[in-house]
């Protein structure tokens, strides 16, 4: 099993997405809440940090993404929208949560 | 009138994830009571503040969205939006809302006040004005 990185800041404030990713090892889970969800949209220059990172699953929270007003045909393929009873089921399936800030 | 003074509000900050979005729209509100030039400028995530949509029903968070549609009715006279910033974020002015100005004396109207500058148009406008504040 593999851990659960949060990532809570947009990729173009801070490098958290980025280093999370650089951070995580294969099969690693990546949760984007808050305005860490600004990762999942395609279209941006912040995209080829999600497509271009191979062997783990990203995850972005829903009532985050709504807040946003990012619709969900936006977010970059692949991308699975989860709700508080997904995140909790992904803290418990994972071996341990890491915050990325 | 001499003494009114161009006042800019800086914005730069995504809207939910601090508070600062936030606070800035209680000081436009409260500086837009004393009858002064107010321009609001967007750049960065700051641009994030106008895009349309929004949707807080699962979030508890209050929605201050359809405050910023009413700027235009507390005399803010310009909103402008950094083009650059917003196209490194892959949105277009057709994903912000828009904000009705109008004169109660003159009768003039403005259907759109968010207007999309160009980065030296914006470094030109910050620098024209008396005060910035920045969030």
Redesign the interface.
Known sequence: MADLYTVNKSPFEKNSLKDAIRFSGEGASILLIEDGVYGAVSGTAAEGLVTGASGKKFYALRSDVKARGIAEDRLIDGVELVDYAGFVDLVESTDKVQAWL | MSDVKKFMYLNR??????IYAWESLEVVLIGAAFDQEVSLMFV??GV?QL?????????D?K?F?PTYRTLGDYGVRHMFVDKASLE???LTQD?LIEVAWEDWETEEEVDNIVELVETDQAAQLLSDSDVVFSF
Not at chain 2, 13 to 18: E, F, K, L
């Open positions: 900050r995504a809207p939910y994830g601090a960065d995530d994030y895009v349309k949509g929004s949707d807080t029903s699962e979030s968070m929605n969205m490194a974020r892959g994903d």
